[in-house]
Nanobody, 114 residues
Framework: VQLQASGGGLVQAGGSLRLSCAAS????????LGWYRQAPGKQRDLVAT???????NYADAVKDRFAISRNGTKNTVYLQMNSLKPEDTSNYFC?????????WGQGTQVTVSS
C-alpha cells in the first residue's frame, strides 16, 4: 500500500494550490486520510484530516482557508489551499490509516512567496 502526493509548487501570497494524494495497492477504503506539514527543523504538524464518513478536522492556522475532501471509491484525498500565506511554506505529507497502520506519502513542497 502506498500514498502518492502531488500538486505542490511555488505561488504568490494570496494564491491557491490544490494538493492530491492517491493510495494504491488496495481495493479497500482507507479510514482517516489527511495532510500534515513539516518545515525544516520543525516538527510535523497536522493540517487537516477527514474520516471515512466525511468528518473533517483542521488546524486553527488553516481554518477558513483550506478545505480537505476525499473520493472514497478511489482512496484519494485532496487539499484545496486558498489565501496562501508565506507561513504556509512547508513540505506537505499525506497520511492514511488503513488496517491499524499509519501510512505516509512522500512530501510535496509548497512555497509561498511574499
Amino acid at each position: 500500500v502506498q500514498l502518492q502526493a502531488s500538486g505542490g509548487g511555488l505561488v504568490q501570497a494570496g494564491g491557491s494550490l490544490r494538493l492530491s494524494c492517491a493510495a494504491s495497492g488496495t481495493a479497500f477504503s482507507f479510514g482517516t486520510l489527511g495532510w500534515y506539514r513539516q518545515a525544516p527543523g520543525k516538527q510535523r504538524d497536522l493540517v487537516a484530516t477527514i474520516t471515512a464518513s466525511g468528518n473533517t478536522n483542521y488546524a486553527d492556522a488553516v481554518k477558513d482557508r483550506f478545505a480537505i475532501s476525499r473520493n472514497g471509491t478511489k482512496n484519494t484525498v485532496y487539499l484545496q489551499m486558498n489565501s496562501l500565506k508565506p507561513e504556509d511554506t512547508s513540505n506537505y505529507f499525506c497520511y492514511g490509516y488503513y488496517r491499524r497502520r499509519d501510512y505516509w506519502g512522500q512530501g510535496t513542497q509548497v512555497t509561498v512567496s511574499s
